[in-house]
T-cell receptor
Framework: GQSLEQPSEVTAVEGAIVQINCTYQTSGFYGLSWYQQHDGGAPTFLSYNGLDGLEETGRFSSFLSRSDSYGYLLLQELQMKDSASYFCAVRDADSNYQLIWGAGTKLIIKP | EAQVTQNPRYLITVTGKKLTVTCSQNMNHEYMSWYRQDPGLGLRQIYYSMNVEVTDKGDVPEGYKVSRKEKRNFPLILESPSPNQTSLYFC???????????FGPGTRLTVL
Protein backbone atom coordinates (compact mmCIF):
# COMPACT_ATOMS: atom_id res chain seq x y z
CA GLY A 1 0.00 0.00 0.00
CA GLN A 2 0.94 3.63 -0.12
CA SER A 3 2.26 5.57 2.86
CA LEU A 4 4.00 8.84 3.59
CA GLU A 5 6.02 9.62 6.69
CA GLN A 6 6.81 13.09 7.95
CA PRO A 7 7.62 14.34 11.46
CA SER A 8 4.60 15.39 13.47
CA GLU A 9 6.22 18.52 14.83
CA VAL A 10 9.30 20.64 14.24
CA THR A 11 10.45 23.63 16.29
CA ALA A 12 12.78 26.36 15.01
CA VAL A 13 13.83 29.89 15.79
CA GLU A 14 12.84 32.98 13.85
CA GLY A 15 15.42 33.78 11.18
CA ALA A 16 16.78 30.24 11.10
CA ILE A 17 16.53 27.49 8.46
CA VAL A 18 14.39 24.39 8.91
CA GLN A 19 14.03 21.22 6.87
CA ILE A 20 10.89 19.08 6.89
CA ASN A 21 11.43 15.58 5.57
CA CYS A 22 9.02 13.29 3.80
CA THR A 23 9.58 9.66 2.92
CA TYR A 24 7.09 7.77 0.86
CA GLN A 25 6.24 4.29 -0.17
CA THR A 26 4.15 3.97 -3.31
CA SER A 27 3.90 1.58 -6.19
CA GLY A 28 3.68 4.12 -8.99
CA PHE A 29 5.19 7.43 -7.97
CA TYR A 30 4.33 10.37 -10.15
CA GLY A 31 5.35 13.51 -8.20
CA LEU A 32 5.72 15.07 -4.75
CA SER A 33 3.89 18.23 -3.68
CA TRP A 34 4.02 20.40 -0.58
CA TYR A 35 1.16 22.36 0.92
CA GLN A 36 0.98 24.82 3.78
CA GLN A 37 -1.98 25.10 6.13
CA HIS A 38 -2.38 27.72 8.82
CA ASP A 39 -4.60 26.95 11.79
CA GLY A 40 -8.21 27.34 10.76
CA GLY A 41 -7.29 27.80 7.13
CA ALA A 42 -7.24 25.84 3.91
CA PRO A 43 -4.19 24.11 2.45
CA THR A 44 -2.33 26.22 -0.08
CA PHE A 45 0.08 24.89 -2.69
CA LEU A 46 3.79 25.55 -2.12
CA SER A 47 5.77 23.44 -4.58
CA TYR A 48 5.93 20.38 -6.78
CA ASN A 49 8.81 18.05 -7.69
CA GLY A 50 8.33 15.65 -10.57
CA LEU A 51 12.00 15.02 -11.17
CA ASP A 52 15.03 14.66 -8.88
CA GLY A 53 16.63 17.81 -7.62
CA LEU A 54 15.88 21.11 -6.02
CA GLU A 55 13.05 23.51 -6.82
CA GLU A 56 13.35 27.00 -5.38
CA THR A 57 10.59 29.52 -4.82
CA GLY A 58 11.74 32.49 -2.78
CA ARG A 59 12.50 31.44 0.79
CA PHE A 60 11.10 27.96 0.20
CA SER A 61 12.85 25.13 -1.61
CA SER A 62 11.80 21.54 -2.16
CA PHE A 63 14.00 18.58 -2.97
CA LEU A 64 13.27 15.14 -4.35
CA SER A 65 15.28 11.95 -4.63
CA ARG A 66 13.21 9.29 -6.35
CA SER A 67 15.85 6.59 -5.82
CA ASP A 68 15.59 7.17 -2.05
CA SER A 69 11.80 7.75 -2.05
CA TYR A 70 12.55 10.89 -0.12
CA GLY A 71 11.94 14.59 -0.32
CA TYR A 72 12.16 17.62 1.88
CA LEU A 73 10.89 21.15 2.20
CA LEU A 74 13.45 23.75 3.20
CA LEU A 75 12.33 27.03 4.71
CA GLN A 76 14.91 29.78 5.04
CA GLU A 77 14.89 33.04 6.98
CA LEU A 78 12.00 31.82 9.05
CA GLN A 79 9.30 34.32 9.92
CA MET A 80 6.61 34.01 12.55
CA LYS A 81 4.01 33.83 9.79
CA ASP A 82 5.59 30.54 8.65
CA SER A 83 4.12 28.89 11.74
CA ALA A 84 1.74 26.40 10.14
CA SER A 85 1.33 22.76 9.26
CA TYR A 86 3.11 21.47 6.19
CA PHE A 87 1.88 18.48 4.21
CA CYS A 88 3.67 16.41 1.65
CA ALA A 89 1.51 14.65 -0.91
CA VAL A 90 2.38 12.10 -3.54
CA ARG A 91 0.63 11.53 -6.83
CA ASP A 92 0.42 7.80 -7.21
CA ALA A 93 -0.26 6.07 -10.49
CA ASP A 94 -1.72 3.08 -8.65
CA SER A 95 -4.34 5.34 -7.05
CA ASN A 96 -5.46 6.63 -10.41
CA TYR A 97 -3.09 9.58 -10.03
CA GLN A 98 -4.88 10.91 -6.97
CA LEU A 99 -2.92 12.64 -4.23
CA ILE A 100 -1.98 10.60 -1.17
CA TRP A 101 -1.29 12.88 1.79
CA GLY A 102 1.08 12.73 4.72
CA ALA A 103 -0.31 13.44 8.19
CA GLY A 104 1.37 16.84 8.29
CA THR A 105 4.21 18.51 10.20
CA LYS A 106 3.38 21.28 12.62
CA LEU A 107 6.10 23.93 12.46
CA ILE A 108 6.49 25.96 15.64
CA ILE A 109 8.61 29.07 15.39
CA LYS A 110 9.99 30.73 18.47
CA PRO A 111 11.15 34.36 18.61
CA GLU B 1 -11.10 36.73 -7.88
CA ALA B 2 -10.28 33.08 -8.61
CA GLN B 3 -11.63 31.00 -5.78
CA VAL B 4 -13.32 27.89 -4.48
CA THR B 5 -16.30 28.54 -2.23
CA GLN B 6 -18.02 26.18 0.18
CA ASN B 7 -21.24 26.49 2.12
CA PRO B 8 -21.99 26.28 4.90
CA ARG B 9 -18.73 26.98 6.72
CA TYR B 10 -20.02 25.51 9.96
CA LEU B 11 -22.82 23.02 10.52
CA ILE B 12 -24.12 21.18 13.55
CA THR B 13 -26.70 18.53 12.79
CA VAL B 14 -28.15 15.34 14.19
CA THR B 15 -27.73 11.75 13.16
CA GLY B 16 -29.77 10.78 10.13
CA LYS B 17 -30.71 14.24 8.90
CA LYS B 18 -29.71 14.55 5.26
CA LEU B 19 -27.44 17.43 4.41
CA THR B 20 -25.62 18.90 1.44
CA VAL B 21 -22.39 20.87 1.44
CA THR B 22 -22.03 22.96 -1.69
CA CYS B 23 -18.79 23.64 -3.53
CA SER B 24 -18.31 26.01 -6.42
CA GLN B 25 -15.24 27.16 -8.36
CA ASN B 26 -14.91 30.00 -10.86
CA MET B 27 -11.67 28.91 -12.53
CA ASN B 28 -13.21 26.63 -15.16
CA HIS B 29 -11.33 23.68 -13.69
CA GLU B 30 -12.20 20.23 -14.96
CA TYR B 31 -11.11 18.43 -11.81
CA MET B 32 -12.79 18.75 -8.43
CA SER B 33 -12.39 16.76 -5.25
CA TRP B 34 -13.69 16.40 -1.70
CA TYR B 35 -11.47 15.67 1.29
CA ARG B 36 -12.02 15.22 4.96
CA GLN B 37 -9.39 16.19 7.49
CA ASP B 38 -9.16 14.62 10.91
CA PRO B 39 -6.44 15.23 13.53
CA GLY B 40 -3.35 13.15 12.92
CA LEU B 41 -4.66 11.70 9.67
CA GLY B 42 -3.98 14.41 7.14
CA LEU B 43 -6.33 14.77 4.20
CA ARG B 44 -8.28 11.80 2.97
CA GLN B 45 -10.06 11.88 -0.35
CA ILE B 46 -13.78 11.14 -0.38
CA TYR B 47 -14.75 11.52 -4.03
CA TYR B 48 -13.34 13.22 -7.06
CA SER B 49 -14.51 14.26 -10.50
CA MET B 50 -12.40 14.57 -13.61
CA ASN B 51 -15.14 16.40 -15.51
CA VAL B 52 -18.89 16.91 -15.79
CA GLU B 53 -20.87 13.71 -15.17
CA VAL B 54 -17.67 11.81 -14.25
CA THR B 55 -17.17 10.95 -10.59
CA ASP B 56 -15.01 8.37 -8.82
CA LYS B 57 -14.57 7.11 -5.29
CA GLY B 58 -11.58 8.20 -3.26
CA ASP B 59 -10.21 6.48 -0.20
CA VAL B 60 -13.17 7.02 2.15
CA PRO B 61 -16.40 7.23 0.10
CA GLU B 62 -18.71 5.31 2.45
CA GLY B 63 -21.64 7.39 3.63
CA TYR B 64 -21.15 10.11 1.02
CA LYS B 65 -22.55 10.93 -2.41
CA VAL B 66 -21.56 13.52 -4.97
CA SER B 67 -22.81 14.81 -8.28
CA ARG B 68 -21.23 16.83 -11.07
CA LYS B 69 -23.98 18.18 -13.27
CA GLU B 70 -22.14 21.41 -14.05
CA LYS B 71 -18.46 22.16 -14.34
CA ARG B 72 -18.40 24.74 -11.56
CA ASN B 73 -20.35 22.85 -8.88
CA PHE B 74 -19.55 19.69 -6.96
CA PRO B 75 -21.89 19.19 -3.98
CA LEU B 76 -21.21 16.66 -1.24
CA ILE B 77 -24.27 14.86 0.07
CA LEU B 78 -24.59 13.00 3.34
CA GLU B 79 -27.83 11.04 3.09
CA SER B 80 -27.83 9.83 6.69
CA PRO B 81 -25.03 11.48 8.65
CA SER B 82 -23.48 9.68 11.58
CA PRO B 83 -21.20 10.95 14.37
CA ASN B 84 -18.13 9.41 12.72
CA GLN B 85 -18.62 11.88 9.87
CA THR B 86 -17.86 14.75 12.23
CA SER B 87 -14.87 16.32 10.53
CA LEU B 88 -13.43 19.25 8.61
CA TYR B 89 -14.29 19.02 4.92
CA PHE B 90 -12.44 20.64 2.05
CA CYS B 91 -13.38 20.97 -1.58
CA UNK B 92 -10.58 21.46 -4.09
CA UNK B 93 -10.19 22.00 -7.80
CA UNK B 94 -7.43 22.05 -10.39
CA UNK B 95 -6.90 21.93 -14.09
CA UNK B 96 -6.55 18.43 -15.47
CA UNK B 97 -2.88 17.66 -15.96
CA UNK B 98 -1.71 20.32 -13.51
CA UNK B 99 -0.55 19.68 -9.97
CA UNK B 100 -1.68 22.76 -8.10
CA UNK B 101 -4.91 22.19 -6.20
CA UNK B 102 -6.96 25.14 -5.00
CA PHE B 103 -8.89 24.56 -1.81
CA GLY B 104 -12.09 26.03 -0.49
CA PRO B 105 -12.17 27.52 3.03
CA GLY B 106 -13.48 24.34 4.62
CA THR B 107 -16.71 23.22 6.26
CA ARG B 108 -16.63 22.13 9.87
CA LEU B 109 -19.35 19.55 10.37
CA THR B 110 -20.50 18.18 13.71
CA VAL B 111 -22.97 15.30 13.77
CA LEU B 112 -24.57 14.72 17.16
Amino acid sequence: GQSLEQPSEVTAVEGAIVQINCTYQTSGFYGLSWYQQHDGGAPTFLSYNGLDGLEETGRFSSFLSRSDSYGYLLLQELQMKDSASYFCAVRDADSNYQLIWGAGTKLIIKP
Amino acid sequence: EAQVTQNPRYLITVTGKKLTVTCSQNMNHEYMSWYRQDPGLGLRQIYYSMNVEVTDKGDVPEGYKVSRKEKRNFPLILESPSPNQTSLYFCASRENGKDTQYFGPGTRLTVL
